[in-house]
Nanobody, 125 residues
Framework: HVQLVESGGGSVQAGGSLTLSCELT????????VGWFRQAPGKVREGVAA??????YTDYADTVEARFTISRDSASVTLQMNNLRPEDMATYYC?????????????????????WGRGTQVTVS
């Protein structure tokens, strides 16, 4: 069955950078839309960035536009995070949705993604 594993979280000072990676097992990642989401304590899970299966289209939350970049290759989906702010501190989750069952444009809505990783912590001080 499909499993997602995130890596690359850690602690960084404000203004620093981190790179998160998401790998998918039990399927071919090329066949999935992939999104990055985050959840801080006491807050709802929010979409950060998403990329289509082909990689042709991306979408970003307004709060991370121009600071975060999502990209993909045949092995993984990467979230490059630059100029990190204290408000970016959260647990970051990778999520995937099968291309064959996707409907509509690219989306940052968590409910559209069926598969989820366990998350990786990002701390910004």
């Amino acid at each position: 069955h499909v499993q997602l594993v995130e890596s690359g979280g850690g602690s960084v000072q404000a203004g620093g950078s981190l790179t998160l990676s998401c790998e998918l097992t039990g399927g071919n990642i090329d066949n999935y839309y992939v999104g990055w989401f985050r959840q801080a304590p006491g807050k709802v899970r929010e979409g950060v960035a998403a990329i289509t299966a082909s990689g042709s289209y991306t979408d970003y939350a307004d709060t991370v536009e121009a600071r975060f970049t999502i990209s993909r290759d045949s092995a993984s989906v990467t979230l490059q995070m630059n100029n990190l702010r204290p408000e970016d501190m959260a647990t970051y989750y990778c999520a995937a949705a099968l291309l064959a069952t996707w409907r509509g444009p690219i989306s940052l809505t968590p409910g559209k993604y069926a598969y989820w990783g366990r998350g990786t912590q990002v701390t910004v001080s």
